[in-house]
């Protein structure tokens, strides 16, 4: 008899003192584990002269002598061009309801220009926002999320220089006689997101 009350009392022990583990097993558990929370991804809506482009995607324009601002020298017609000449077109980055900071960086094709008197002579960021030049034709701004969220947009102009070169007077005439004047400026801009742990060194040549 007591045999089989001893048997009962142990098997007894052995419960209470699993239950006891389990449960603060259980408790450690539900103390520690991470719960997941589901979140909306961000929106890219970022506009390039009007242009829909989104994450890593490129957009390539080609600009003529028609989209270019030229400035009237007095010797050439209001509107037009010809060596001696100096003009601008801008690219406006438009980053409507876009819920990132992101990189845009533009790349200058000038392989198709008529001859070296014909040239981009400056390129800078007209708002003041941070814009670097890491090539010899390739530029970077940041677009921060404080500033896109307060409706910035990223204006960039372009500045054309036409020199009045006699060796060129050729390939000068050649391009004036055509009824639509057009040099292809192609500029691919990519947008990428913005970090903080990007590193853009500043081109030296």
């Known amino acids: 008899m007591n045999k089989k009350r001893n048997t009962v009392i142990g098997l007894t022990l052995i419960a ?8 603060y097993t259980y408790s450690l558990y539900e103390t520690t584990r991470e719960i997941t929370v589901s979140s909306d991804i961000a929106k890219w809506n970022v506009k390039v002269n009007n242009t829909m482009v989104t994450k890593n995607n490129t957009t ?14 007095g010797h050439v017609r209001e509107g037009k061009a010809a060596p001696g000449s100096t003009g601008s077109f801008e690219i406006e980055i438009d980053p409507t309801d876009t819920e990132v900071s992101f990189t845009y960086e533009l790349t200058i ?18 708002n003041g926002n ?6 010899e034709n390739t ?10 969220q307060n409706g910035r947009k990223y204006n960039i102009e372009i500045n054309i220089t036409w020199d009045n070169n006699e060796e060129n007077n050729e390939s000068d ?20 997101q913005y970090t903080g742990s990007e590193q853009f060194t500043e081109y030296q040549g």
């Open 173 to 192: 005439y050649e391009l004036g006689k055509k009824a639509e004047l057009e040099v292809n400026i192609p500029v691919s801009i990519n947008i990428s």
């Open 139 to 148: 530029y970077v701004g940041i677009a921060r999320l404080s500033n896109n």
């Open 109 to 126: 094709d000038t392989s198709n220009l008529e001859n070296d008197s014909f040239y981009i002579s400056n390129v800078r960021e007209k």
């Open 60 to 73: 390539i324009s080609t600009f003529t002598l028609g989209s270019i601002n030229w400035n009237s020298n």
């Open 130 to 135: 941070e814009f670097i030049k890491t090539g």
């Open 16 to 23: 209470v003192i699993l239950f006891i583990a389990l449960y």
